[in-house]
T-cell receptor, first 112, second 116 residues
Framework: ETGVTQSPTHLIKTRGQQVTLRCSSQ?????VSWYQQALGQGPQFIFQ???????GRGNFPPRFSGLQFPNYSSELNVNALELDDSALYLC???????????FGSGTQLSVL | GNSVTQMEGPVTLSEEAFLTINCTYT??????LFWYVQYPGEGLQLLLK?????DKGSNKGFEATYRKETTSFHLEKGSVQVSDSAVYFC???????????????FGQGTILTVHP
């Protein structure tokens, strides 16, 4: 059984640029959530996708957006990057809403 | 809203020492409670969970009891090992349904370092 995989593992961008992060869910999982983990902090919920629709959003501005595809893989897009967007971005999947989340290893984004 | 507060860290122990990491929470309804562990360079792994009051979650020698009267979920281990060195996160999720269903609210994390 393949776990949750994220790509890339590391990324460096400059302020104002746009970035796309990718996540492949664990087999059989139809729900994907994204979290932002700033250095020294706990993860913060960004949003959740269930069956290709956004289903719950945390306190993040609209420049954070996402997609979920028919195969349940997902993307996180961030526009107009700011220095404070530098963080570890974690993707988590579950086989349905409210069930145990399985996390990927994350994408470390640095904004210069 | 929901919130989780963990004891300030970091925590440094010698091997075989007793571990307690405190966690208290604020939530509406009847949340489920979790402890996650994060090893260096890795994502989060579920360590244990409890879904209702007085439940005890346990795994790999770690234990935590869901105490509704004190809104706490303290993590304990009787004898830590060097391999337990990691960051530990307490978290909760709301079981009431709606758009927050399945959303985890995390504490700030506690760094544990165990020396031989």
């Amino acid at each position: 059984e393949t776990g949750v995989t994220q790509s890339p593992t590391h990324l460096i961008k400059t302020r104002g640029q746009q970035v796309t992060l990718r996540c492949s869910s664990q087999s059989g999982h139809n729900t994907v959530s994204w979290y932002q983990q700033a250095l020294g902090q706990g993860p913060q919920f960004i949003f959740q996708y269930y069956r290709e629709e956004e289903n719950g959003r945390g306190n993040f501005p609209p420049r954070f957006s996402g997609l979920q595809f028919p195969n349940y893989s997902s993307e996180l897009n961030v526009n107009a990057l700011e220095l404070d967007d530098s963080a570890l971005y974690l993707c988590a999947s579950s086989y349905r809403q409210g069930r145990e989340l399985f996390f990927g290893s994350g994408t470390q984004l640095s904004v210069l | 809203g929901n919130s989780v507060t963990q004891m300030e860290g970091p925590v440094t122990l010698s091997e075989e020492a007793f571990l307690t990491i405190n966690c208290t929470y604020t939530a509406t309804g009847y949340p489920s409670l979790f402890w996650y562990v994060q090893y260096p360079g890795e994502g989060l792994q579920l360590l244990l969970k409890a879904t209702k009051a007085d439940d005890k979650g346990s795994n790999k020698g770690f234990e935590a009891t869901y105490r509704k009267e004190t809104t706490s979920f303290h993590l304990e281990k009787g004898s830590v090992q060097v391999s337990d060195s990691a960051v530990y996160f307490c978290a909760l999720t709301n079981n009431a349904g709606g758009t927050s269903y399945g959303k985890l609210t995390f504490g700030q994390g506690t760094i544990l370092t165990v020396h031989p």
